[in-house]
């Protein structure tokens, strides 16, 4: 369980579980299943679902979902493999719906 | 002026006019004069206006050291000061400039983040006023029980905020509860070495207590069995107080409490049970908040939900599951003056239409990430909720300017709208230019605005004073010239990201003479020419972010350091600057408290030694990369630290963005 003083965190919508920290984000500009969605380059406590190609926005690319490790709730997915030479950047990094992650010490 | 003056004015030559009046009747007119920039214009009319207005002074704000005590010496009837925004102030000179000054009518201080303040200081000022009632120390993460045993010495005080006083333990609480039994607000947010053993004391001593904060501490269920003793607790926050679970919501409900006010949010442990045992127990509860803590929603709850019916103006259950069934319940309570519902999944359509049909006081309405709903949702909130002040949509994908032009006929009171990533274009700004009282107006990743939208909203919004528009890359200089026409109140603005601006468009922002925080993250064409406008023209500038602003280079901040006196914030992580710009720009810049500067390439190790040294003393935050901390020297790292500069070491990539 990270620290509650000191970096910024966010946890799990449902179980607060403690999912990513703010100094991890990449970028905020990106589009979920329902709506906004943040690129981080880091995730903790998390599970992860089978590799499956997904036709995305950007192209194709190999993801795979990613849920909270207590409580199972999808909460984005895992960029595995970018087809597109401009998209490799996103591989390894992961993916969390605003919608799903609550600001959890700040 | 007041007609008082302007009689006295016209009463024909000679002895007549301004001068006619007493000092002291002319403080009592410029009592009046409410706007912090006209008094100051008052003070320059005249040595008379100038005596009687620091004769009749009563709040003080102090931005730098050097002046502080003349200021004391100067203002007799002060009551509220306010340091926090002294750079560099420490115990010596704080110490120094209180003696010899009579402020024997001060009665609230705010020392928030002086973090060179230290227990000296404040048995110095502690002695200096004796009718010191209200003290701020949030933020002074330094201060500890030696810091709390000086503040003790206040007998008179009756609020005391020690939120994020990370030292401050059990004994030092001991020390204030015993020392200050008239207090009636104290917030201890954050100080996590306070156990049950400082809370049970705390309810023991202090009887008059009215408002409590104790969000974020270790503390657990025996400390709602003190807490619960407090007969004139009113308002009571908790939030992320992971110890505590409805066993202890139970003890607080059948406590002697006037409790109006409950914030539980976070509460990991707390379910609806327990907050149902609450409500039991305090009918006349005004205000609960349990954002974030409950998974789901017990009839118990909903049920006791209607026995607030008369007494519930404010209610927040972000995050949690609802259903059609729920909003119906809530409902019930039809004196709703807010509502928040964000993250909340199953909010439909018809669910929000049966809560405001019943609920037509409703002023704050929160449904961010609410991606369900859509156009009928805002006819039901136009229909129904007509003194709608505050409205967060973000993320309401399904909502279009048809479902807005509907809430800006029938909601003349809206203040503050949030639009981010719903999409809206520029025939919504035209419905939503009707809202003439409009302050705030978020519109984030709203790309299919344009100068044309901005137009509409610059033409009668005239009040506006928050304006985000991050990420509306069609925006051009154009759409700025209109709003520095028509906007003059503005004092946030955010165009991140949007990349068709130039040095021009800068050029029209630097009329605007309110403005404080701008930020203009990756605007690759800006150079210092549109810094310098905004430098010279907007002289109230606190705030600049200017990270990947890659065609920045010293000559921009030179223009900073020249004409952004007073300038606190700035980010400058990827500009083109040099070691000698960087140090230019941190020794003139005396206000300066907070830099973010990740991958400067430019400013060699020794650039950055000579530019930290500097501005040692002034500096409380700093952001470098990490690979910083092993080539600086240390001695420089441990005097930083000794002044109360906290560094966030961060592991970024070098990576350029378009």
Known sequence: MAELVGPRVYSCCHCRNHVCLHDDIISKAFQGRNGRAFLFSHAMNISMGPKEDRQLMTGLHTVADIYCRDCREVLGWKYERAFEESQKYKEGKFIFEKAKIVKENW | MSEEVQRYGGGGGGGGGVAALSLDLLGQVLDRVREPRDRKACRLVSRAF??????HRRALRVLRREPLARLLRAFPALERLDLSACASLDDASLAAALSGADLAGVRRVCLARASGVGWR???????ACPRLEAVDLSHCVGAGDREAAALAAAT??????LEKCLGVTDMGLAKVVVGCSRLEKLSLKWCREISDIGIDLLSKKCHELRSLDISYLKVGNESLRSISSLEKLEELAMVCCSCIDDDGLELLGKGSNSLQSVDASRCDHVTSKGLASLIDGHNFLQKLNAADSLHEM??????????????????????LEVSSSVLLAIGGCTNLVEIGLSKCNGVTDEGISSLVTRCSHLRVIDLTCCNLLTNNALDSIADNCKMVECLR??????????????????????????????????????????????????????????????????SSCGKLIELDLYRCNSITDD???ALANGCKKIKMLN????????????????????????????????TGIGISSVAIGCKNLIEIDLKRCYSVDDAGLWALARYALNLRQ?????CQVTGLGLCHLLSSLRCLQDVKMVHLSWVSIEGFEMALRAACGRLKKLKMLSGLKSVLSPELLQMLQACGCRIRWVNKPLVYKD
């Open chain 2, 495 to 526: 165009l991140c990201y949007c990349n068709k601006i130039t040095d021009s468009g800068l050029g029209h922002l630097g009329s605007l003479e309110e403005l404080t925080n701008l930020e203009l993250r990756c605007l690759a064409r800006i």
């Open chain 2, 298 to 319: 017990r009839q118990s709850f909903l049920s006791n939900l209607a026995k607030l019916k008369d007494t519930l103006t404010v209610l927040r259950l972000d995050g």
């Open chain 2, 479 to 481: 759409g700025l010239a």
């Open chain 2, 570 to 574: 700035l980010t400058i992580s990827y």
């Open chain 2, 121 to 127: 200081g404040l048995d110095a000022l502690v002695a």
């Open chain 2, 156 to 161: 008179g005080l009756r609020e005391l905020s």
């Open chain 2, 393 to 458: 949509l973000e993320s309401c994908s399904s909502i279009s300017e048809k479902g807005l032009e509907q809430i800006a006929t029938s909601c003349p009171n809206l203040k503050e709208i949030d639009l981010t990533d719903c999409g809206v274009n520029d025939a919504a700004l035209q419905h939503l230019a009707k809202c003439s009282e409009l302050l705030v107006l978020k519109l984030g990743l709203c790309s299919s605005i344009s100068d044309k939208g901005l137009a509409f909203i610059s």
């Open chain 2, 50 to 55: 100038a005596r009687a207005e620091a004769a």
